[in-house]
């Protein structure tokens, strides 16, 4: 069973950056696309980006670009996201999740969410 | 971008009643690429259907979902209790992937 855990809560002071892991385990980390979504407080869901390790092939959504980079470590099965320059509007849960062969896709395995805070 | 607005916003039903929420695109969503999630408090996105009408591993078949083109629908047949949540319509057919604003469906 493929299973999604991906690191602890964070606090992070406005303009700091953050990396949040997230490790596969039960499947394959390579073969498949692991996107960001992201869920501010009270809101909806957003996405933030994917990348297909085996390809080492990444798409960012042009909200985030320049800001947020998703990289993969396949002899560890852990991807990664880095958000830089926050601010309290990046206050999130942020999730990753697995979806098939294609950068965008749906998504049957999702971790259990890390909540960023960023506050002064 | 494909902007999805689903409708309505909060749905009030009973258990055993019929729940129909709809998911209307900015444009044309190739291939039926649209899946609906549900959303529990304090949890993860679950997988319900993907490719508009697919219902995903371990899907009770009183999930369904239709649709094409720009309007596409959920129904949930009888309502569980354990299905009053917030449901989210996801279009993955063109960049950036995107997501419904989201329906709650509360107990009347």
């Known amino acids: 069973q493929v299973q999604l855990v991906q690191s602890g809560a964070e606090v992070r002071k406005p303009g700091s950056s953050v990396r949040v892991s997230c490790k596969v385990s039960g499947g394959t980390l390579s073969g498949y696309v692991i996107s960001w979504v992201r869920q501010a407080p009270g809101q909806g869901l957003e996405w933030m980006g994917g990348?297909?390790?085996?390809?080492?092939?990444?798409k960012y959504s042009q909200k985030f670009q320049g800001r947020v980079t998703i990289t993969a470590d396949a002899s560890t099965s852990t991807a990664y996201m880095e958000l830089t320059s926050l601010t309290s509007k990046d206050t999130a849960v942020y999730y990753c999740?697995?979806?098939?062969?294609?950068?965008?896709?749906?998504?049957?395995?999702w971790g259990q969410g890390t909540l960023v805070t960023v506050s002064s | 971008e494909i902007v999805l607005t689903q409708s309505p916003g909060t749905l009030s039903l009973s258990p055993g009643e019929r729940a129909t929420l709809s998911c209307r695109a900015s444009?044309?969503?190739?291939?039926?690429?649209l899946a609906w999630y549900q959303q529990k408090p304090g949890q993860a996105p679950r997988l319900l259907i993907y490719?508009?009408?697919s219902r995903a591993t371990g899907i009770p078949d009183r999930f369904s979902g239709s649709g094409s083109g720009t309007d596409f629908t959920l129904t949930i047949s009888r309502l569980e209790p354990e299905d009053f949540a917030v449901y989210y319509c996801?279009?993955?057919?063109?960049?950036?992937?995107?997501f419904g604003q989201g329906t709650k469906v509360e107990i009347k």
């Open positions: 999740a697995r979806g098939g062969w294609e950068l965008l896709h749906y998504f049957p395995y």
């Open positions: 996801q279009q993955y057919d063109s960049s950036p992937v995107t």
């Open positions: 444009q044309s969503v190739s291939n039926n690429y």
């Open positions: 490719g508009a009408s």
């Open positions: 990348i297909i390790p085996a390809l080492d092939t990444e």
